[in-house]
């Protein structure tokens, strides 16, 4: 069983670009020794948007050496970089983006999202790129709701996506240069779930709705993050309201 290492509750709530609403759970200055490779969970969000023509987001700026994941869970983004790559991610997609050598992007509301206003919300994590690979050529993993496995949990427990990484034999599509699983975790009040996360592997689970007890003991409530030791294999989650989390446990 990985232990609790402690309960991290992040800092107040700030504006990127005029489009994301942010609390940032973590960064590479207060649990980066903690959470490596992670760098930075942002949480964007819930918030409400009137209708509008303007662009709200965020601008052009650089990335380098490591990746974002952008996960969706209500709203529109859509996203340029100066290599010509352009897209658009809406609900339960995911977007992968490898910074490698140096990249210019930017992120904005899409236009049709930004016309009919509305409810928006995101997660954004920050995964360092190991030094062998950092200068490897920037590139896009767009990753549909669709073609993310869902795994129902039994006796209507809730579900697991699978975004990166394995749970339950299914396997997720994303493509990581460090071993990564990354869960997408839907649990309803009074059921139970057990994670092998592999002894040795960095863990962390954000708890974006609801209040979860970890390993029989801790509580955590809504945004707040468990961060695990990485001795141990097993993480078991019980929730005591309905609760959606992320979990991410890493290979160092």
Known sequence: MK???????????????????????????????????????????PADFAPTEKERGVGWHPHRGFETVTVVYAGEVDHEDSAGNRGRIGPGDVQWMTAGAGVLHKELHSRDYARRGGRFEALQLWVNIPAKSKMTAPKYQTLLARDLPLVSLPGDGGSVRVIAGEFAEAKGPARTFTPINLLDVRLRAGHRLQLNLRDGHTAGLFIQKGKVVVNGGEAANEAELVVFERNGDEVAIEATTDATASSRPSCR
């Open 3 to 45: 232990k609790v290492l402690s309960i991290h509750r992040g800092g107040e709530a700030h504006w990127v670009g005029d489009g994301f609403p942010v609390q940032t759970v973590f960064s590479y200055q207060d649990l980066g020794a903690e959470l490596t490779p992670f760098l930075l969970l942002d949480h964007a969000g």
